[in-house]
């Protein structure tokens, strides 16, 4: 039994129309971020949410381009993106801080809302079920 890879949930061209564009090189790499994102997403997926999905909603296009926008630098040249740097004179300090200095694939707590992963859920347990022993005698 061969293994099927469901595809993206968003392509090149909508991360294209939700960011900016991209050079030969980023376009295939962002082809694959969007396949993994996609799939990132499916397995987070604990309580079959997303399990009656036909075709994907632009909500998980939009999230999907995201996440592919935080893995990938800001531009070809630049490296991952900088949250904060900080520098000195003497004795010669320098510090930089990166949002994601591996590219990781990432979903925010609004994401994971949006998509209906943070639902509360509860259940409940009859513990009295099935026990005799309380039977009331008629």
């Known amino acids: 039994m061969a293994l099927t890879v469901p595809p993206a949930f968003a392509t090149t061209g909508d991360l294209v129309a939700r960011w900016r564009p991209l050079s030969t090189a980023e376009t295939t790499r962002a082809a694959v971020l969007l396949e993994d ?8 997926d604990k309580h079959g949410v997303l399990a009656d999905l036909t075709a ?3 909500t998980l296009k939009r999230i999907v381009c995201a996440m592919v926008k935080r893995a990938m630098p800001s531009t070809d040249s630049e490296g991952p993106p900088v949250t904060q740097q900080q520098w000195g004179s003497g004795p010669f300090n320098a510090s930089t801080t990166f949002a994601t200095p591996s590219g990781d694939l990432y979903l925010t707590k609004s994401e994971r809302r949006d998509l209906g992963f943070s639902k509360q859920r509860a259940a409940g347990v009859d513990q009295w079920a099935g026990s005799d022993q309380y039977a009331s005698e008629a």
């Open 37 to 44: 994102a996609s799939q990132k997403i499916l397995d987070e």
């Open 56 to 58: 994907p909603t632009n």
